[in-house]
């Protein structure tokens, strides 16, 4: 019974990410929700007494996975420099593949910004932005300390806010319906060029700009597939890609 119940949230989960990521907070309804992920409407209230509820988990969801994608890649021993670019191809690759992500970052738009209603109070909002701003400038201080990135003082926190707008940006492209292929191409054009002024010339060629072909599993239209909650499943192989083959595995 606790078995089907997870699986239950999960698919309400799925559902909402879905229903958020494309129609946005205010006009994703519970009842569409709840139609897509075949289940009642009370079995959802079951889960979530509110749309805030469901609307937190879905952020939670995204900040899980991106929590996980990090820490996979340090553990399998990624210099923190590597680790920061893997971590912006898997952002560019989960913004296509898995809803929670691009649906937290909606969210936190949407919600972040929504006026105070009549009792002062605004809907549950995790700060997803924040969550990937403070992923990325922590590897990139990581870098810094370990000396890959040798930039101090003024010129430092010049560096710092180039690749922090620039990570933000990845999800701007994808926003704008890019084709996967393409944004993965885009991301690793934008390394090859901050690579030479974090590390300089001469050891640019030292990091892998490209997203690896076993971690970032698509088909041959470049776009990658889709896998419902109940099929848990993420890129080929890869540290990166252990940590979204887990995404739906648990509330």
Known sequence: MQERSERTRRRLVYAGAEMFHQNGYANATLGDIASAAGVTKGALYFHFAS?????EAVQQRGCALLHDSVRALREAGVPPLQALIDTTHWLAWTLHEDPAVAASFRITK???AAPRGPGGTRPAVVDFHGAWI???STLLRMARESGEVPAAGRDWESAQALVVAAAC???VLSGTGMPYGELQRKVAALWALLLPALVGEARAGEYRTQATADAWDHDAGHRPRRHTADTPTGPGAGA????????????
């Open 169 to 171: 940006g990845i999800e």
């Open 240 to 251: 990166g890609a252990r940590a979204v083959r887990g995404a739906y595995s648990g509330p």
């Open 134 to 136: 403070s992923a990325v």
């Open 110 to 112: 949407e919600c972040g």
């Open 51 to 55: 749309k805030d509820e469901l609307a």
